[in-house]
């Protein structure tokens, strides 16, 4: 609107914002204060969204007086439509692609929509899927696709009467898919709006639809909580264990079979555990109580690839722990003195009290310890596992490098910090504007470590990655000549490219002047000038050479007589 002088908003009466919560956030803060400021103040304002903001700030940005507030809902026992049927299923982490496989291969006539948390998970579980053929299209819906792409998936999706949708929450508002059987969260929602949302693309009108949760053990009570706060009526479903197929065995064997595959399945076992740690919910999304090993085999990996960003926390939670202990060791430092100067009795307590409490750390401070031990013996084992597959994984990203990483109050259980080990130095140019993530190889058959552990201790040096720059620098110092062209005349002669030929600007002028004839004593003036380039040219050449025989000297040495000495050649 600034930008387009010819564009009057003047005679503007209504203003309807559609999904308005989500627009009154603060991401579209600055887009919506500006447009705002351009409407007049006199206007209706209306605002629409199945789960809408009562911010008393927020409706003051748009200058609503006396804003009348209308809910479908408001007398009705439930906040989601009576034709929707809701239940939640409890499943671990590394059953959940099974649990979706069966649930395709016994809904094969139903139109179903997926929600997964990240872009990079419904683009390596469509893939998959694919591959799986199993039995229904599969469609993938997300925000790394161009918007015609998008709108292709859309209206495929919306003509076909059986199908499969993965996506992301892109899809979980305003979209009108028509007749769709099922809604599927695949991951949790990130609250109760975010459910209601994806649930409303079935239902819709006066149609039915069904919906299916399914939550991680660890999500199911805060989620069942907040979706009951929100009138959300779910009940829990079992899963029947002989019903489900394990598809492990072939995702594996597809990943052997496909590099870029592989690549994408480990991308995808990183996003997902960003999105977890994202959550600002952490009573129910908690990071460090994912089986992650269990997972990334789910996936058809054969290890947990390595996550930088779970690294950086532990090591920060590990400080602020130490921190903590310092502290109290303090406190009780202090608690002691200033006890102990009352009575020669208290004295004696309070020593045995502090004492008790100095022990009582001590004894933290062993288990701790001990946990860490256990830690990193159980890391050998994945090491030495990783060994015997004859593979070492990697994923890092680069968007942690900008990104300050809050500290969870929790302490990470054992099983998932075995995964974390290690040094952090990884990063990777290339993926730099994919977002965040960098698959990295390193050691492949495992060779190194057992052998020789004197390399390790190098290896950890060499580490530390050069950047493009930095290895651009190091090949101009040793200054290559690259793709050097050469060009000759009509005649066979050799044109000179680079360096150019050195001209003085006399024999230029020449050059330029038409008149026919020679002159002599012009001609020896540009001899002379031109002389001088060739003389600097050649003053040039000596001094390389000299420069390469000290190198010379420097490099090639013999050991004579217990001493080492430089012998010149
Ligand atoms: N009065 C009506 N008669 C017939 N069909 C209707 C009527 N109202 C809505 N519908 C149909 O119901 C579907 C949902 O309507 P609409 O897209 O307006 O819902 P919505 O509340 O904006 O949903 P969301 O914002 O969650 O996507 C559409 O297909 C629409 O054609």
């Known amino acids: 609107m600034d930008e387009t002088s010819y564009f009057y908003a003047s005679d503007l009466q209504m203003l309807i914002l559609d999904e308005a919560d989500r627009i009154l956030d603060m991401g579209f803060a600055d887009t919506m204060n500006a447009i705002i400021e351009n409407l007049p103040k006199k206007r209706q304002t209306l605002l629409f969204s199945a789960t809408q903001t009562k911010s008393v700030k927020d409706l003051a ?23 929707l049927d809701q239940n939640y299923v409890v499943c671990e ?84 898919f028509p007749a769709v059987n099922w809604v599927i969260q695949f991951d949790c929602p990130e609250d109760a709006n ?96 994912l089986p992650l090993a269990e997972y990334a085999l789910s996936l058809g990996l054969a290890m947990a690839p390595r996550v930088r960003f779970l690294q950086r926390v532990q090591k920060q939670l590990s400080a602020k722990e130490a921190a903590n202990g310092m502290d109290h060791l303090k406190e009780t430092e202090q608690d002691k003195n200033s006890v102990c100067s009352i009575d020669k009795e208290g004295v004696e307590k309070c020593g045995t009290d502090a004492n008790r409490k100095v022990s009582g ?42 990104k300050e990483v809050p500290v969870p109050s929790r302490v990470p259980n054992t099983d998932s910090m075995q995964f974390f080990e290690g040094d952090d130095e990884d990063d990777d140019d290339d993926t730099k504007d994919l977002d965040l993530l960098t698959v990295k190889r390193r050691n492949v058959f495992g060779v190194e470590a057992q052998d020789n552990p004197g390399l390790n201790a190098s290896k950890s040096k060499m580490k530390k990655k050069t950047t493009k720059t930095q290895e651009a620098k190091k090949i101009l110092k040793k200054k290559f000549k690259v793709n050097t062209k050469i060009v000759f005349t009509e005649d066979g002669e050799l044109v000179q490219q680079w360096p150019p030929v050195q001209k003085s600007s006399l024999a230029r002028a020449d050059e330029e002047d038409d008149a ?16 001088k380039f060739d003389k600097e040219a050649y003053r040039k050449k000596v001094k390389e050479k000299h420069r390469v025989q000290n190198l010379a000297q420097m490099m090639f040495v013999d050991k004579k007589g217990g001493y080492w000495t430089a012998s010149v050649f």
């Not at 809902?73 to 439930?78: L, P, S």
């Not at 690549?263 to 995808?268: L, S, V, Y």
């Open 194 to 289: 975010t459910y209601i949302h994806r649930v409303g693309r079935t239902a819709r009108y006066k149609e039915g639809g069904e919906a299916l949760l399914v939550l991680l053990p660890s999500e199911e009570k805060g989620m069942v909580e907040q979706l009951a706060q929100r009138k959300v009526p779910v009940s829990e479903i079992k899963i029947n264990p002989e019903k489900l197929t394990d598809i492990q065995k072939r995702l594996q064997a597809f990943l052997a079979q496909d590099q870029e595959l592989k690549d994408k399945a480990q991308r995808c076992f990183v996003s997902y555990l960003r999105s977890v740690y994202l959550m600002k919910n952490k009573e129910v999304f908690d990071v460090f109580k």
């Open 361 to 402: 750390y001590k004894t933290k401070g062993k288990e701790r310890r001990r946990e860490t031990e256990e830690c990193s013996a159980s890391s050998e084992g994945a090491e030495e596992s990783s060994q015997s597959e004859g593979e070492s994984e990697q994923v890092s990203e680069e968007e942690e490098e900008e």
């Open 516 to 531: 026919s004839g020679i002159n002599l004593d012009k001609a020896k003036e540009i001899l002379r000038e031109e002389d």
């Open 93 to 176: 982490l590394q059953q959940k692609v099974n649990m979706l496989y069966s649930f395709l291969r016994t809904h094969l006539k139903k139109k179903t929509i997926v929600f997964f948390a990240s872009c990079k998970e419904v683009q390596y579980l469509f893939r998959v899927f694919c591959k799986l053929q199993p039995g229904l299209p599969v469609l993938a819906l997300h925000g790394k696709q161009h918007q015609m792409k998008r709108m292709e998936v859309y209206t495929c999706f919306v003509r076909k009467k059986a199908a499969v949708l993965f996506a992301t929450d892109i899809a979980a508002r305003g979209l009108d």
């Open 61 to 83: 940005r748009l200058s609503l007086k006396d804003p009348e507030y209308v809910w479908v809902h408001e007398k009705a026992k439930f906040s989601t439509p009576a034709t």
